[in-house]
């Protein structure tokens, strides 16, 4: 009984703020991957630079990693307790998950 109270709560928890906030996670995390690039790149003659390009594009593919672990940790802790059926009948995982555009 209690289970059924809390799955809504958990399915809301889960749609209005953690896959929106792994959403800007990573988005963050590309960002940062994109900047090394560049300054990467546009500083070829100073190493001072371009070391630190390479440390920003590590730190963003790091970043990107955790993100989609967390993802793929939730989606499974779902699929795992059955969260993301609808009046436990089924239901398709993908449709609980918000992914960004």
């Known amino acids: ?33 994109i900047w090394g690039v560049v300054s990467f790149v546009a500083n070829a003659g100073n190493e001072a630079e371009r070391v630190k390009g390479k440390r920003n594009i590590l730190y963003g593919i790091i970043g990107m990693v955790i993100m989609v672990s967390v993802f793929s940790i939730m989606n499974l802790l779902i699929n795992t307790f059955k969260l993301n059926e609808t009046e436990r009948g089924g239901g398709n995982p993908i449709d609980h998950v918000i992914l960004p555009e």
């Open 1 to 33: 009984m209690l289970a059924l109270a809390i799955d809504p709560l958990l399915r809301g928890i889960n749609d209005a703020v953690i896959n929106p906030l792994i959403a800007l996670l990573f988005i963050g995390a590309l960002v940062v991957f």
